[in-house]
């Protein structure tokens, strides 16, 4: 577990809500450092993928785990994921994974794993870390807890336009089903289900510009900090 001074933000929420934007711009903006643990079940999937293992083949999925390492290099303010070493952040962001991804992190065995890994990123560093169990799971004691939430048409436009920008031009409605049933497995699964921290502020940006939303958080924070 991190020391009781080590400064965490948990953003949880839902697909596509604009989690990373906004932990990225609190890092940034508060010198922490920034981590995506969707990455880090989109890069266990990928391996999965390409091994031929069914992502609901829990058995096989358990047996391959040790052979997953998971970095990020942290270089000129961006994440990129690597997977035992080779760079993966534009392949872990397919319409592939993100079909498997969230079967894939049904699995307890997956979970432990990353979850020890997530701790102990922020043993000696502060962190600003994203995902669907930060604030309930990773880090329960986190000072400042956010669960973001967005109309489902806005984040069917985020990811439109995010894939965009990869070259990559999906129909919103493979979109849409995508999000809404990784929403439905992420928030019903026994392990860790993605739900609001008690102590978590909830944030629907559904009319919040990534400016409004860092502004928040980060009055936030220095409210949660000086009490
Ligand atoms: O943040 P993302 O959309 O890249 O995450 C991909 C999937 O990974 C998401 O649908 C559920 C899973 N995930 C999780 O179970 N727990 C986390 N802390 C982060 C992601």
Redesign the pocket.
Known sequence: MPAANVPIIAIDGY??CG??TLAKALANALDLIYI????M??AVTLYVLRQGISPTDQISVEKILPRIKIDFSHDHGGNRTLLNGVDVELAIRSMEVSKS??PI?TIPMV?RMLVEQQRNMATHQGVAM?????GTI?FPNAPLKLFLTADIEVRVTRRVQQLAAQGKHVQRKAIRKNLLT?DYI?ATRSD?P?RKATDAVLMDNTNLTPHEQKELALTLFRTRLTV
């Open positions: 697909s596509s989690k990373s995506d643990s969707g990455a079940y989109r991804v969230s992190a979970r994203d995902g669907r169990d930060i990773v990784r992420d860790s993605l």
